[in-house]
């Protein structure tokens, strides 16, 4: 896991502490609680209500449920109505643009202040990776997709490099803040809330920080404010030690099974769609395996980085986890072993072929230290696995049983 | 004769008493590097392997050994102190290892480096190795983790992202007689020290490099900047590799840099620039020698 996604209510609680306006509302599990925290939000004078399902994925307004039932935010007049959209989701398995077919099981539902948007915009914090500071994005077009502005109106798109010593300065977020349209009063509401935003991104480690829609709301007496009516935060994984409370927002339901199984050996292994297993040593050397395999003509079943190491813990670990994916045909094994002697390496693969009961093509291409050796106890072990001296020989034959 | 490190380069490690480091500091003395000194905090006057001196701190370890290099190996919640200790040392290179450190403490370091005398390579990288004339390339200099027979001393720049690609890249240029002056792994972080153009530029200038061999992978744009420099600048052959052409996007793929996010930084930008650049892209990544070898 390189970096974690929180969910929209988990966002707008950082978001808040770091003081950021959002709507109010709480996260529920069942219909039961979230009539009652809309009863609340009638009570304290809201007109309207949204309910929001909480899953990693945009484009849940316009999902559709498995069952036929379309949306996954609504916007409700009563607490019945609340208690009926929510009991028609929860449980329930929605697709998206970006689920897949397979869709996502809805756990947990926002219950949330409908606010009545006067206007929309964008806001995001992301690294620049060319220049290594923190970039704010900002735009005057919300509430849609901000790759399809910079496409269509790259000028709608305003960008400020920060300086990470100094930090957002007040007249930056001013500037930001009559950059997307605002005056008067709302020049300060807007320049608390980016720089809120900023100071999220920063203090926990984000990765990423997007407002999307970020927004001018009418109050209820007229006046307007500013508030983060949706947002998306994910957190870098390598800061989570020093994060302890962001951590614990992790929710093992979003993340796909065979890739919460794999890091718990501290593999890498992210599932793909092809017939070609493939297990390497090291991300580069792993991607470019499954680029050779697509170069001969076959499709790769995912990526798999088993480490520098790749100890026989690990390589097993790493067999019993792709056979799981029922697409496999083939699986290819390629190390260099550059410190590592390649003959335990090919002890520990003749030992994961064994415990796993492997009836699956293998092949499997060794080069490094004590390779011969290596080769040698793989000849030697009665296994039936298939020998290659180069990646692009090793690439042909599994390829060719993957296909046979 | 080379970039960066030579055979007499004075070389002091940070985090030499870890395992990790032990290890790989034994291993660089065996391949014939001036391991100089050791720098744990807290373990002045031991010795590593009864010979090198250990000191608290990275400034006096240097005032004492002469060290101009060092090597972190210092796991990651330390690590970008260590290097800010590296770099206010007045270190002239500093090859940071260590893989896992949090983005924002990289993007700190890299600011703290502007207007510095230090070069910073990593992390989460190899490191780097200038081979020896000796059996099995020994009596070079070896800083980080990369395996040393694989390398032969000779004329051609390795500069990469990735650590297993490139000892794939330099074992095929050995396999077919071609040694190198300098291989270089810069890391598969999004915050890093030296990119591939700066390398490029030392190689470039390095009148014992012939040719040069740089690997890249999806994610950012800094194969994309090398690529157009070398267009206009370059005075030597250079081939390439991008891995990645079948990542899917959206998903980091095991080194935190590696990711197409938003369209920018797929494959496919990164080759077409390369072409555009006269670079010879090896398609396969069994043919990164020989895409070289050709334009020779």
Not at chain 2, 161 to 176: D, F, I, K, M, P
Request: proline share 4%; glycine share 12%.
């Amino acid at each position: 896991m390189e970096e974690m996604n929180l969910h929209e209510y988990q966002a707008k609680q950082l978001l808040a502490s770091h003081g950021v306006e959002v709507p109010g509302g709480q996260p529920c599990t069942t219909a039961d609680e979230a009539r009652n925290i809309a009863e609340g939000l009638f009570a304290a004078g809201q007109e309207m209500v949204v309910l929001k399902i909480q899953i990693h994925s945009g484009g849940r307004g316009k999902g559709v449920f498995k069952d036929g039932f379309k949306g996954g935010v609504h916007l409700c007049k009563s607490a019945d109505d609340v208690h009926e959209k929510a009991k028609a989701m929860l449980g329930n398995t929605i697709v998206t643009k970006q689920t897949g077919e397979a869709g996502r099981q809805v756990h947990t539902l926002l219950v949330a202040s409908g606010e009545k948007i006067v206007d929309e915009f964008y806001l995001a914090v992301l690294l620049d990776r060319e220049t290594s500071q923190p970039l704010i994005m900002a735009s005057r077009e919300g509430g849609v997709d901000i790759e399809e502005v910079a496409e269509t109106n790259p000028d709608a798109i305003v960008k400020l490099n920060v300086d990470p010593l100094l930090g957002l300065q007040p007249y930056q977020a001013r500037n930001l803040a009559k950059a997307l349209g605002l005056s008067g009063k709302l020049i300060h509401h807007g320049a608390k809330l980016i720089a809120g935003v900023y100071k999220t991104w920063w203090e926990c480690d984000a990765s990423m920080v997007e407002i999307n829609p970020l927004c001018i709301v009418e109050n209820a007496d007229g006046s307007q404010k500013i508030a983060a009516v949706d947002a998306k935060i994910s957190v870098d994984a390598n800061a989570l030690y020093r994060h302890k409370d962001i951590a614990e927002m992790r929710d093992l339901n979003e993340e796909a099974e065979l890739e919460v199984e794999a890091s718990k050996y501290d593999l890498n292994y992210i599932k793909l769609d092809g017939s070609v297993a493939c297990l390497v040593n090291g991300a580069g050397l792993a991607m470019a395996t499954m680029d050779a395999i697509k170069h001969y003509g076959g499709d790769p079943a995912n990526f798999l980085d088993v480490g520098g190491s790749a100890s026989t813990e690990q390589v097993t670990a790493a067999f019993q986890i792709v056979l799981k994916d029922p697409n496999v045909k083939a699986i290819l094994v390629n190390i260099f072993g550059g410190i590592m002697n390649c003959n335990t390496i090919a002890e520990g693969v003749v030992a994961a072929a064994e415990a796993t009961h492997l009836k699956l093509p293998l092949v499997v291409r060794l080069e490094g230290n004590n390779v011969a050796a290596g080769r040698k106890t793989l000849a030697d072990s009665g296994l039936t696995l298939i020998g290659a001296d180069s990646m692009a020989e090793a690439a042909q034959k599994v390829v060719a049983e993957a296909t046979a | 004769m080379a970039i960066l490190v030579k055979p007499d380069t004075k070389l002091l490690v940070q985090g030499i008493t870890g395992s990790f480091g032990a290890r790989h500091t034994q291993l660089s003395i065996e391949y014939g590097t001036q391991v100089v000194a050791g720098v744990t905090p807290g373990k002045a006057g031991q010795k590593f392997q009864d010979t090198v001196p250990i000191f608290d701190g990275v400034a006096e370890a240097a005032r004492e050994t002469g060290a101009t290099a060092s090597a972190i190996f210092v796991p990651p919640p330390f690590a970008a102190d260590a290097i800010l200790e590296a770099i206010d040392a007045g270190l002239e290179l500093v090859v940071a290892i260590t893989e896992g450190i949090p983005v924002r403490d990289m993007i700190e370091v890299k600011a703290a480096i502007n207007g510095s005398a230090t070069r910073l390579i990593g992390p989460n990288c190899p490191g780097v190795v200038t081979p020896g004339t000796d059996k099995d390339s020994h009596g070079g200099c070896r800083i980080g983790i990369a395996p040393g027979y694989i390398h032969k001393a000779g004329d051609i720049g390795v500069v990469s992202r990735s650590g297993t690609l490139t000892y794939e890249a330099v074992w095929q240029l050995t396999c077919n007689g071609l040694g190198q002056s300098t291989c270089v792994g810069i890391g598969g972080d999004p915050v890093p020290g030296s990119t591939h153009l700066d390398i490029i530029k030392l190689f470039n200038d390095d009148p014992d490099t012939r040719g040069i061999i740089m690997i890249g992978e999806i994610g950012g744009s800094a194969e994309e900047e090398a690529a157009a420099w070398i267009k206009e600048n370059c005075k030597k052959p250079v081939a390439g590799f991008i891995a990645g052409t079948t990542a899917p996007p959206g998903r980091r793929m095991g080194h935190a840099g590696a990711i197409i996010s938003g369209g920018k930084g797929t494959a496919e930008a990164k080759i077409a620039a390369m072409e555009d650049a006269g670079i010879s892209v090896a398609e396969t990544p069994s043919q990164m020698a020989e895409a070289l070898i050709k334009i020779l």
